[in-house]
């Protein structure tokens, strides 16, 4: 079975990531996403490949809380 999950939940993932001096083009396309999930809510992506950008950038980044961080920006129109 496959896994989806809308983009919605990367709203504010790339001004999270360009504060903390990232480029979030270059983490998506590591973890095999498109860059126009960076546009719209309603792209379905890999729910596997989104937990694997979120590793990816909590690592790359140096910030271990950055699932944290990434919610505390982001309001109920993720869900």
């Known amino acids: 079975m496959r896994y ?7 709203l504010g993932y ?4 360009r504060e ?3 480029d ?4 998506l396309d590591e ?7 960076l546009d719209t809510t ?15 950038t909590a690592g790359r980044l140096r910030m271990p ?5 990434l919610g505390q920006r982001q309001s109920l129109e993720v869900v």
Do not use: I
């Open 20 to 22: 903390a001096g990232g």
């Open 14 to 17: 790339a001004a999270l990531v």
């Open 42 to 56: 309603e792209l379905y992506l890999s729910y596997p490949a989104l937990a694997d950008l979120y590793a990816l």
């Open 65 to 69: 809380a950055f699932g944290l961080r």
């Open 24 to 27: 979030p083009l270059r983490l």
């Open 31 to 37: 973890a095999g996403l498109p860059a126009a999930a």
């Open 4 to 10: 989806l999950v809308r983009s919605g939940g990367l």
